[in-house]
């Protein structure tokens, strides 16, 4: 683990390749020194955050991290229905190919039938992805692993 407490062991962080045009931010962070539990956010889109434009959020946790069922339930209050209630129980998913690392990685994809939001959720090794999205074909994503958060804007905190 770094000082920051961001990096445990077998935890990574995944981000949207390089070629993403837009802005990069990271959104959140958290670690739990009694767990060791890690998390962090990312969005991908304009400089503002506005679930109604193209972007994507990328949510890494730690195996087994209790923030990574939150994230998803949050996508899918905001994104998935953004006007109605969100669901009691996940709704049916289908399988859709996300290349991670340049490998093919099976994730479960959950689509909004009335816009264009979805929400995909994976494992890569040992890290839980949540991932939402607007506009933007989820089977199209490339989903690298990044060390190192300078390259990203922060618009809340300092990552020291």
Do not use: K
């Not at 539990?37 to 434009?53: E, I, R, T």
């Amino acid at each position: 683990m770094n000082d920051q407490g961001l990096w445990t062991e077998g935890f990574s962080i995944f981000a949207v390749d390089a070629d993403w045009p837009e802005s990069r931010q990271v959104m959140g962070h958290g670690y739990d020194q009694v767990t060791g539990d890690v998390h962090v956010s990312l969005w991908f889109g304009s400089p503002y955050y506005d679930p109604q434009v193209e972007h994507i959020t990328v949510f890494s946790a730690s195996s087994g991290n209790a923030e990574a069922g939150e994230a998803l339930e949050r996508a899918f209050a905001t994104y998935y229905h953004p006007v109605e209630e969100p669901p009691a129980g996940l709704p049916a998913s289908e399988p859709v190919t996300i290349t991670t690392d340049g490998n093919p990685v099976t994730f479960e994809l959950w689509r909004n039938s009335g816009n264009r939001c979805w929400i995909a959720r994976g494992c890569v090794e040992t890290t839980e992805v949540v991932l939402s999205g607007y506009e933007i074909e989820p089977s199209e994503l490339s989903l690298v692993r990044v060390s190192d958060l300078t390259s990203f804007s922060n618009p809340f905190e300092s990552l020291r």
